[in-house]
């Protein structure tokens, strides 16, 4: 099944609502490929890149960026996501390998291995004054609900935000993707209500994509095809910005001693990127230049 990866924004009801629907099955699955990521930890990680993705799309403007932490007590153990307003995310957990039973209800236990007690918090870079952190307490651990609580707390935004990832035996990614609306000032009881109906009933986005439905399908389940205004189609990707010139920066900042180090020990170094996993080779050429600009 071949997916395109992309988010709908809309306004419903002439600003009622905001609603905003992704499919990134493919986002998620370069993911998982990059770290190698066992079901659980896929699950996990792919609701933090597409929780983050809606997030970004939501409050961010144009170059503005953030990073979603997300700290539980579970065992895949820190997870750490940027984002911004142009559709890009890249992230990754601190444990890869967690595979664990299926839930009460038959699906991977991303509660368990993110765990139930923690925090989540993000911090917006708006490129003004120093960066801001927003933080909640974690409320289940199934992120969704973790990131709606965010955006009532911090936000001051009433939303429903909705993740789903469904991977296969072999540890790919199926289908991923997600949904986040948020209620506007001129949103009324009776439209409220009747969303809340109609999310209740909503069954998973990750069974929905997985019967071909596409984004714009997605919120014409939830709304009045003729309530609803597209307002922008866009794509979303996983994409990391780490160079070797970035990395030579950060070596630079190191002490000198510990560079010498690894030019009379070692005669090289290697940098790998968290966010990627892509591996920076340094010879001595290299090393040296790098400490030649440390003077």
């Not at 291995?113 to 923690?118: E, L, N, P, S």
């Not at 955006?151 to 790919?172: C, K, M, T, Y």
């Not at 071909?212 to 189609?233: G, M, N, R, S």
Request: proline share 3%; with cysteine; aromatic share 6%.
């Amino acid at each position: 099944m071949t997916h395109k990866d992309y988010m709908v924004k809309s306004i419903i009801n002439d600003g009622m609502f905001r609603a905003y629907v992704v499919d990134a099955t493919n986002l998620v699955q370069e993911a998982q490929t990059r770290h190698d990521t066992w079901s659980a930890s896929s699950a996990a990680l792919g609701r933090s890149l597409v929780g983050t993705l809606l997030l970004a799309s939501s409050v961010l403007k144009g170059e503005e960026k953030m990073t979603v932490r997300i700290q539980g007590d579970g065992p895949v153990g820190g997870i750490v996501v940027d984002g911004n307003a142009n559709g890009t995310v890249k992230g990754y957990l601190q444990d890869p390998h967690v595979h664990l039973p299926l839930n009460s209800k038959g699906k991977i236990d991303v509660a368990g291995a993110v765990g139930t007690t923690g925090t989540l918090s993000v911090t917006k870079d708006l490129l003004v004054g120093e960066p801001f952190t927003g933080q909640v307490e974690l409320v289940s651990g199934e992120l969704g609900e973790d990131f709606t609580y965010y955006l009532a707390q911090s936000e001051q935004i009433p939303s429903a935000v909705g993740l789903s990832v469904f991977v296969n035996p072999d540890n790919s990614i199926e289908v991923a993707g997600g949904f986040l609306i948020q209620v506007l000032p001129g949103a009324s009881d009776e439209a409220i209500t009747d969303l809340e109906t109609k999310l209740s009933h909503l069954p998973l986005i990750s069974q929905l994509l997985q019967e071909h439905k596409a984004p714009e399908d997605i919120l014409y389940q939830l709304f009045e095809q003729d309530t609803v205004k597209i307002v922008d189609t866009m794509p979303v990707a996983f994409k990391c910005d780490c160079s070797k010139e970035k990395f030579s920066e950060m070596l630079a900042t190191i002490k000198k001693a510990d560079i010498e180090q690894m030019i009379n020990e070692d005669h090289h170094a290697e940098v790998v990127c968290h966010f990627c996993g892509n591996k920076y080779q340094y010879d001595e050429n290299d090393l040296n230049e790098i400490l030649s600009k440390m003077d």
